[in-house]
């Protein structure tokens, strides 16, 4: 029997929405280049590495051009050495040149400086400086690292405000290395793009101008997200060459209970089934749970289904685990005494648990680079499987009646904004505090960050240019996760551990005092909500409910900064205002969503700026609509399934985004829809909304069409956001209106 047979008999039934299977690949490979060091063809050797993969020759050789690389294959195909190779070369051949590797993650920079230390060149001296760096190894590691290893809070708060001691490491930099480049995406990546601007900045004041080496999982524009993140042009990698085993793809849709409704049965349960099926067929599988719960809860239930020896073999695997703990468990599953792990996405970060036949994905996790990480576990040397289980999320389910929209199309950007003023001037501020400003910045800092420095309150302008004249370090103020810098901590009450930061202006409807809030796949509870010391504070959660804010929403219109006539109606994007106040929340049962009980809610409005894409319907487009409650509800509802699809378009989630759908609009004195970026300023959301517009609405219109549903459903046109509760949304209507206009194009 093949191993292939051992699932065939699981994968039949009307759940199966898709089986597909994408082929083997041979490798192309290329001989080593000659010019290598010999301490790293040495290294090489031992590792029994004699060619390359044809995309790590021509990294190289890019790299070896002088320029900046961008190298995006798959998932297990070498990019790690792709981007390796030119560095310990150059740091093998001179040992003055120094290198610095960024990580999103600790754990990820602790996993690279490990397997450099495996190498062993040498010449290769590689340290990792981050926050849990002893004070007393600081200076050391300064000294005496050729490669530093470390992240970009890390960068921006720990290394570059303290420049002066760094002079000699900034000095002979050769080399940037930022190795999950597409993590670096939206007010995340907004920051980051100005930190690595700052680092050129400094690294040019020092004397040098290093090559940028990114690497990237597969996204729509590689080359795009290079020059965004660093402002500099870099060479695009991306032919893989990588040897692939065949993968068979499996889209699982639980069935339907309640077609009117459209109500499905839980993901869970059917990952738990085909989780104990695998298992109970000796295949080592791994599932995929988009929360620590949902994780624990696919555990039981496929222990449950197993005779004792083999639920024996099923381990759940989550973030928190010490080090040790993790490679027990990694251990145990490469020599095959664990069969099967059910975790959150904590291990999607490229943290490496070797071969599996089986990668099971509990719910779409937001975008394609991550669902192809996670099936990327799957298969890498031999026949493997692939499953994603649809949640009853809209994306989910568009995705199981148009399976090529997920397997074949190419169209997530990894996108960012690193003018977004409310993201900027804390960099500008920052900048001119590592050095004075002038106008020769402009070539790395950009000639936005120019502008914006007389508008910098505590920057003065001198002969030297604009100089900081606050008393502390600007840079500690400014958090990279954050547009505003007087976001909201969330503090975990039973251990003091801050988890992390909300803005102001979505905190009163996220961590409200009685909010569930998800933190890393794990649930708490908002005790309190302070607003004078701008804290909540939360405690673990076990409840079976979540909860929704029901707020009051307007916009208006600041400033249109561009107005095409597209899909027969006038569209237009620019920067609005939105004020938001947050009135009562609704508890929902997490097995059927049904409404527990409504809390109000006393709280301030807030405003913010963003910017919105909105456009205003044609009479003719709106023909048979016009009556009210319906004209609103069509709105509404057409605001709603936009908002569900935009991800696919830009690399977001849907909680990133807002909207606003009325029937008589203040500002342009029509029935109007509105769909903005969620983060103060905007961080290019919006804007690639406007620019993919066509599209945007074709696919919401072919959404609404296939969903079996009679009048609305979580899977069209209801979102788990909604601040009306999901009420006013007319299904029909919606669609009436987004095929008139997806047909005036
Ligand atoms: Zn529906
Ligand atoms: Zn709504």
């Known amino acids: 029997m093949t191993t292939t047979a051992l699932w065939d008999e699981l994968l039949v039934g009307d759940e199966l929405a898709h089986l597909g299977s994408e082929p083997a690949r041979e490798a192309r490979t290329a001989p080593l280049p000659d010019s290598l060091q010999p301490a790293v063809l040495d290294a090489l050797a031992r590792r029994e590495i004699h060619e ?27 990019k790690t050495l792709a981007f390796n190779l030119p560095v310990l070369d150059a740091l093998a051949a001179d ?33 990792i400086y981050d926050g849990d760096t002893p004070t007393e190894r600081r200076r050391q590691i300064r000294g005496w690292a050729n490669l530093v290893l470390t992240n970009p809070d890390m960068l921006h708060i720990g290394v570059m405000p303290r420049h002066d001691v760094w002079g000699d490491f900034l000095h002979n930099l050769r080399f940037v290395v930022v190795d999950e480049a597409h993590v670096y995406r939206g007010v995340f990546g907004s920051h980051v793009a100005n930190v690595l601007r700052r680092l050129r900045r400094l690294a040019r004041i020092y004397g040098t101008e290093p090559q940028f080496l990114l690497a990237s999982a597969t996204i729509a524009n590689a080359g795009e997200l290079a020059l965004a993140l660093t402002g500099e042009e870099a060479i695009v990698v991306e032919d893989d060459a990588a040897p692939r085993a065949e993968r068979t793809v499996a889209l699982w849709n639980p069935p339907l209970l309640d077609a009117e409704l459209g109500l499905r049965a839980s993901a869970l349960g059917e990952a738990s089934r085909l989780l104990a099926g695998l298992v109970g067929r000796g295949l080592r599988t791994i599932c995929f749970a988009k929360s620590r719960k949902s994780a624990e809860l696919i555990h039981r239930f496929a222990s449950d289904r197993l005779d004792a020896a083999t639920a024996a073999r099923l381990a759940p695997y989550r973030a928190g685990y010490t080090p040790q703990q993790r490679r027990e468990i990694e251990r145990r599953l490469v020599e095959g005494d664990l069969l099967g792990v059910t975790s959150t996405d904590a291990l999607e970060l ?53 399976p090529p929209a997920l397997l074949e199309r190419h169209v997530e950007a990894a996108i960012l904004d690193h003018a977004n003023p409310r993201v900027l001037d804390g960099h500008v501020a920052a900048a001119a505090f590592e050095a004075p400003i002038d106008d020769g910045d402009a070539a790395t800092l950009g000639p936005e960050a120019l502008e914006r420095a007389p508008h910098v309150p505590e920057l003065r302008q001198t002969r030297r240019g604009w100089v900081w004249a606050g008393k502390d370090a600007p840079a500690p103020r400014v958090p990279l996760r954050s547009t505003s810098p007087d976001a909201f901590l969330v503090v975990d009450a039973s251990s003091g551990d801050v988890l992390g930061l909300a803005e102001r202006e979505r905190a009163y409807s996220t961590v409200h005092e009685g909010a569930v809030y998800l933190h890393l796949g794990r649930q708490y509870l908002v005790r309190e909500l302070d607003l004078q010391a701008q804290r909540a504070l939360v405690e673990p959660f076990d409840g079976d409910w979540y909860t929704q804010a029901k707020k009051e929403t307007e916009t208006s219109i600041e400033e249109p900064l561009r107005v095409e006539r597209r899909l027969g109606l006038e569209l237009s994007f620019g920067r609005v205002s939105v004020t938001e106040r947050v009135v009562a929340y609704q508890k929902k049962a997490a097995a059927d ?81 509105f ?65 008139r206009m997806s047909n005036s194009g």
């Open 593 to 673: 969503g049904s409404t527990l009980d409504t809390v109000p809610l006393n709280l301030p409005p807030t405003t913010f700026d963003t910017e919105a894409v909105w456009f205003v319907p044609r009479p003719h487009q709106l023909e048979g609509l016009e009556a009210m409650p319906l004209l609103l509800s069509s709105l509404h509802a057409a605001e709603h399934s936009l908002i569900a699809l935009l991800p696919l378009w830009a690399m977001c989630d849907r909680w990133d985004i807002g909207g606003l759908s009325t029937n008589l609009h203040l500002d342009t004195g029509a029935p109007t829809v």
């Open 95 to 127: 040992r003055h040149a120094r290198a610095l590797y960024l990580y999103p993650t600790k754990a990820l920079a602790q996993d690279q400086a490990r397997s450099l230390g495996d190498l062993g060149i040498p010449a290769v001296r590689a340290a």
């Open 52 to 78: 390359l993969y044809a995309h790590q020759a021509d990294a190289y050789a890019a790299a070896q051009s002088g320029g900046n690389v961008i190298v995006t294959t798959g998932t297990a195909s070498g």
């Open 675 to 739: 769909v903005y970026d969620g983060h103060a300023g905007g961080v290019g959301i919006a804007a690639r909304g406007f620019d993919q517009f066509e599209g945007w609405v074709a696919d919401t219109a072919e959404l609404l069409a296939g969903c079996p549903c009679e009048r609305g459903c979580p899977s069209c046109v209801q979102s788990p956001k909604c601040g009306n509760l999901n009420e006013y949304l007319d299904k029909a209507g919606a669609l009436t209106l987004l095929t």
């Open 350 to 402: 490229g943290i490496d648990i070797g071969d599996l036949d089986c990668a099971i994905s509990v719910g779409f996790p937001g975008t394609v680079a991550s669902l192809r990480q996670q099936w990327g576990r799957a298969g890498r040397r031999e026949h493997g499987l692939a499953i994603l289980i649809a949640s009853e999320d809209a994306l989910d389910q568009y995705f199981m009646r148009e």
